[in-house]
């Protein structure tokens, strides 16, 4: 069975920085896309970022320039890096992936990992 784990959330001022990791395990013959989406109390899941098995990225307008993912495909991990952070940054983070097992090609969701920017 596929799991994806993330960790790396927690409460940090205006300004300052967190780093997220997902890490995929079990039974995964490969991994497509991978991306981090946030849901903010009483608003809808949005999509932050995402980057394909090949290195591309894009990213939501709202974090250009202040937030990077990246990805280890050896180590089955996508990175979030948060710089510059503001309040309405405050959500639970989760992590996605487009990944191939033994059943086929499914998405697969983390449990969430809160991020909470004071100002």
């Known amino acids: 069975q596929v799991r994806l784990v993330e960790s790396g959330g927690g409460l940090v001022q205006a300004g300052g920085s967190l780093r997220l990791t997902c890490a995929a395990s079990?039974?995964?013959?490969?991994?497509?896309?991978m991306a981090w989406y946030r849901q903010a109390p009483g608003q809808q899941r949005e999509l932050v970022a995402a980057?394909?098995?090949?290195?591309?990225?894009n990213y939501a307008d709202s974090v250009k320039g202040r937030f990077t993912i990246s990805r280890d495909n050896a180590k089955n991990t996508v990175h979030l890096q948060m710089n510059s952070l503001k309040p309405e940054d405050t959500a639970v983070y989760y992590c996605?992936?487009?990944?191939?097992?033994?059943?086929?090609?499914?998405?697969?969701w983390g449990q969430g990992t809160q991020v909470t920017v004071s100002s």
């Open positions: 079990g039974s995964i013959f490969s991994i497509n896309a």
């Open positions: 980057i394909t098995s090949t290195g591309r990225t």
């Open positions: 996605n992936a487009d990944i191939v097992d033994y059943i086929g090609t499914n998405y697969y």
